[in-house]
């Protein structure tokens, strides 16, 4: 039923729909959630925060284009699931989360769960690390105001990034950025609902 509702909705990459069924989404959400985990709609989890609907992850990872050989950077890991997804389909993520709680407790579950090519770190996802390199693909899961060019900068010839563009408050639209020869491509997607992207670490939780 899981991968139906999948279908019925686009979603028609085979090797996606099948990541989509054996990263057990039922251990990234809270306990008292884990009834509803493959139910299609977002659910809360710690720190105000929320994991996606399962048909979001499964759209934008579908948007990502993913080979083999990349290395993805993810702003906002939140219980980790989409990074778990991602890194399914890539050679390396690397995830990066501003509450330390959310951060930490993502980074258990995915040693636990052996997802071993993902690498979490606390930090700001609006100044991403120098030492950290290029990606060839950004995917943001919360919404920005506009996409800062130092994330564009981010982006290695012929890379993609994903992100909710929009007021903190509202609805979003879901942009995709290529990055080309002659600058950077945009195209909007679809209309969505995102938590804001916020600069900084949280001072508490």
């Known amino acids: 039923m899981f991968q139906l509702t999948l279908r019925r909705r686009g979603i028609s990459d085979q090797t996606i729909l099948r990541t989509m069924e054996e990263v057990p989404r039922e251990m990234f959400v809270t306990t008292a959630d884990r009834g509803h985990a493959y139910r299609d709609s977002a659910l809360g989890i710690a720190c105000g925060q929320t994991i996606s609907q399962p048909f979001v992850v499964a759209y934008m990872t579908e948007q990502l284009q993913l080979q083999k050989q990349h290395k993805v950077l993810e702003i906002g890991t939140g219980s980790g699931y989409q990074a778990a997804v991602l890194s399914r389909l890539c050679k390396h993520v690397l995830t990066m989360e501003r509450y330390r709680t959310l951060a930490d407790s993502a980074r258990a579950r995915l040693e636990k769960l052996g997802y071993d090519n993902i690498e979490v770190l606390l930090g700001d996802g609006f100044d991403i690390p120098r ?43 879901l942009v995709r950025v290529t990055r080309t020869e002659a600058g950077f491509d945009r195209k909007a997607l679809v209309d969505v609902r995102f938590v804001p992207a916020l600069p900084g670490i949280a001072r508490e939780l």
């Open 131 to 173: 030492g950290a390199g290029d990606f060839d693909r950004i995917i943001v899961t919360a919404a920005m105001e506009q996409i800062p060019e130092q994330l564009l900068a981010r982006l290695e010839p012929g890379g993609i990034l994903l992100a909710p563009v929009g007021p903190h408050q509202g609805v979003q639209t």
